[in-house]
């Protein structure tokens, strides 16, 4: 028996009240739990509050784009992923498993309380070209709510209905770009938040990043991401590899950033 | 109220791919602006997919967009030109059986194929309503194709503005995968030899002028040859929608010299018309304001029984004023098709004043509406008070009941009597109504003799629905106009 299937028969609540009972057949115990997640998905309309979040972030990136002279507008924005906004039930049931240990009884993350705990159970990305431009946008974003209740007047409106309307877990996005290497648990870079309405407690997980950080994300999710979810044995040489092109490309990023900079501002670099 | 918010990036849509690969594919697009919309969307979201469950539809399917120029990315099949946006806002606030109302047809005839989703009030153009501008009149349409197609045919008689024509249009393209079907404008052709030309030329396919030099010669024999022509060549059952008949008659009237001429002018003409449709069992769809019988009895003393042809079988029915089931709902509809996004009060105003009862007026004043909120961004219902007040005072759109009340009345003292009739109805409130017998007294002006035929001829000519001994408007938006006419404001108001 797999994983997820001892996971799904030891701690699945079969025949409680708002679960299904116990298949007698156990091969389709795991399908039936798979059911039931994407049933609870559905029931709470995750992806409508996720494109909330994403309409309101959106006017905002439009607002920090309105500033750019008109000859950089075209340059700033690259795309938003809104592909897969819920966590399919199967990905759900790998995410539980990935945390679990049979060995310590029930899951961290359980049937019960996936839809609060897990907190990219709901995500979107935003692709930006520039590593100032996922400065500029992060730092509009997390704007409203740092400041102070005092300073609020000098939001702009796409701010103020974004605080509005979603809470922003700690206040504040985490920055996975300049993390020291101490720090650095994977080789992802991006800004995250999780965000969540204020009567819910189901969190929405944006990622904002550069196009260069989401192409390596694109190629560390088939290369090895995929691969180790399949339980495929990763060639060590690989994870070095990867991890060393992400910091490649970062400072990829510093440099076409360094490069931005200085047409904007020629007589700096006369100096 | 104000125009819908295109620019909006981030939404649902829902995708309709033709599983048979044939046609292109339709995108229906709900943009969404922050949380407030996310009930909506979810409501939008459940009515769409019961619909597309219920009728068992294949191809369609919801996508998440963050932006709608880039569509493409979803599937390759979908392109950013067949996108129609709309605002989840606009269902916003709404049952679920509303929403369901309002987006169930546009998911049939995008199943369907059709081009047009929604009626709009740039179309209104003072024409027959047709396509999609035709408002609902589901069932009296689903009864008169049923007559026709049991042998069945009937005058269709309502009073003006009431889209008898267009119910007309409906059945004609309604039938005509299965019957053959002709439409005679009579308005357009009264006198017997224009008719007779317009037929032949129908028939020959040579030039109307080259039609019109045969049909000079022996009119009645033309228009009974070029009938049975149609009749014998039609590879299917055939059916005859005829327009406006009194206007023939009338133009017959004007042109015979005396009541003998003219009645066996009338009667050459019926006979030429309704011999050949009888002899070849073809059905027949007249359609006028006013009662053609009453008319050839009251002008010519001819009863239905001496009528020869068809005529002789022609059953009368009436349609009501548009009984719209849920005129929110179609109201809702005009407001979708034409970008206007009410407010809740706006909505609650415009259903006290705008009823589609009698469409065009309603439809061009809201084509007002919506020119106006293009030119200052938004209307408000002081602002739709204010045009509601200059559209009753300078519009055109209910010319044709002023003219048939100054022109065509039977005399001047009838036109005052009428007049005073529509005043007394109107004074009341609308739901209302004044006694009939108010109505009668008013008319008993005219003479106590015509009293009768006036009751009757106010009935056919304008919007008035006589019930329980009442007397009312069947349209919101005539009774308004009324009330300007006479130079007084709505009691109500």
């Known amino acids: ?131 100032s431009d996922v400065k500029d946008v992060c730092d509009k974003i997390e704007e409203p709510y740092k400041c102070k209740a005092s300073e609020r007047s000098r939001l702009t409106p796409a701010q103020q209905a974004l605080m509005g309307e979603f809470r922003l877990d700690g206040n504040r996005l985490r920055n996975l770009i300049r993390a020291l290497p101490a720090e650095r648990r994977s080789a992802e870079r991006c800004r995250k938040g999780v965000f969540f309405l204020p009567d819910s407690s189901v969190k929405i997980e944006v990622q904002i990043q550069t196009m260069l950080q989401e192409a390596w994300d694109k190629k560390d999710h088939f290369l090895i991401y995929e691969r180790r979810r399949r339980g495929d044995r990763i060639d060590e040489h690989h994870s070095i590899e990867i991890y060393a092109m992400s910091e490649l490309l970062y400072v990829a990023d510093l440099t076409f950033d360094r490069l931005l900079d200085a047409i904007r501002h020629p007589r700096r670099k006369k100096k | 109220m104000r125009l819908r918010n295109e620019n909006l990036k981030t939404g649902k849509a829902l995708a309709w791919i033709d599983p048979a690969g044939v046609r292109r594919s339709r995108v229906l697009l709900f943009l969404i602006e922050g949380a407030d919309d996310i009930q909506a969307l979810n409501e939008i979201e459940t009515a769409g997919r019961s619909r597309i469950e219920e009728r068992r539809y294949e191809g369609f399917a919801w996508y998440p967009i963050a932006d709608p120029g880039q569509i493409s990315l979803v599937d390759q099949r979908l392109y950013s030109a067949d996108i129609r946006r709309f605002e989840a806002h606009e269902f916003r606030d709404l049952q679920q059986e509303q929403v369901s109302r309002l987006l169930s047809p546009l998911i049939d005839h995008v199943a369907n194929g059709s081009v047009e989703l929604l009626p709009r009030t740039g179309g209104a153009v003072g024409g027959p309503a047709e396509g999609i501008q035709f408002l609902n009149r589901t069932a009296e349409l689903a009864e008169l194709e049923d007559s026709l197609r049991k042998g069945m045919s009937f005058f269709l008689q309502a009073p003006r503005r009431m889209g008898k024509t267009s119910v007309m249009r409906r059945l004609e393209s309604t039938l005509s995968e299965d019957f053959e079907t002709l439409f005679l404008n009579l308005e357009r052709n009264p006198r017997p030899e224009e008719c007779a030309a317009r037929l032949r030329s129908e028939v020959t396919k040579e030039g109307l002028h080259a039609a019109r030099r045969a049909a000079k010669e022996n009119a009645y024999q033309v228009l009974h040859d070029s009938v049975a022509s149609l009749c014998e060549r039609a590879g299917k059952p055939m059916v005859f929608f005829v327009d406006e008949l009194v206007a023939a008659l009338e133009a017959i009237k004007q042109e015979a010299k005396d009541e003998s001429a003219r009645r066996q002018r009338t009667v050459s003409f019926l006979a030429a018309l309704g011999g050949p449709l009888k002899l070849y069992g073809a059905r027949m769809v007249v359609a006028g304001s006013i009662n053609w019988l009453d008319y050839l009895d009251s002008e010519l003393g001819l009863k239905q029984q001496e009528l020869p042809g068809q005529f002789a079988d022609l059953s009368r029915r009436i349609l009501k004023p548009l009984d719209l089931e849920d ?96 005043t007394a109805i109107a004074r009341e409130p609308f739901e209302v109504g004044v006694s009939r017998e108010r109505v009668n007294t008013a008319l008993l002006h005219a003479g106590g003799k015509s009293a009768k035929k006036l009751d009757t001829w106010l009935r056919e000519t304008f919007p008035v629905i006589i019930e329980n001994n009442k007397a009312r408007f069947a349209s919101r938006l005539f009774r308004l106009w009324w009330l300007s006419q006479v130079g007084e404001a709505s009691a109500d108001e």
């Open chain 2, 327 to 422: 005129p929110e709902c179609e109201l809702r509809r005009l407001l979708l098709g034409s970008a206007l996004v009410a407010e809740p009060e706006d909505i609650a105003w415009l259903c006290e004043h705008v009823d589609l009862t009698v469409p065009f007026p309603a439809v061009k004043f809201l084509d007002q509406v919506a020119g106006e909120t293009k030119a200052s961004g938004n209307v408000d219902v002081a602002e739709l008070k204010l045009l509601l007040e200059e559209f009753l005072r300078t519009t055109d759109a209910f010319a044709d009941f002023d003219e048939h009340l100054n022109k065509k009345s039977p005399s001047r003292e009838a036109t005052d009597a009428i007049g005073e009739a529509l």
């Open chain 1, 1 to 131: 028996m797999d994983k997820i299937a001892r996971l799904v028969e030891d701690h699945f609540p079969w025949g409680q009240p708002g679960y299904p009972p116990k298949p007698a057949d156990p091969a389709d115990r795991t399908a039936e739990a798979e059911k039931w997640i994407a049933g609870r998905l559905q029931i709470r309309s995750l992806d409508n509050v996720a494109l909330a979040l994403h309409a309101r972030i959106q006017k905002i990136v439009d607002e920090v784009e309105s500033t750019l002279p008109a000859t950089e507008r075209p340059r700033f924005f690259y795309r938003s992923d809104v592909s897969h906004l819920v966590k399919s039930p199967k990905s759900v049931l790998d995410k539980m498993v990935r945390e679990w240990k049979p060995k310590d009884g029930a899951p961290k993350v359980g049937f019960d309380d996936f839809l609060e705990k897990m907190d990219d159970l709901v995500r979107f990305r935003i692709v930006l070209n520039f590593l």
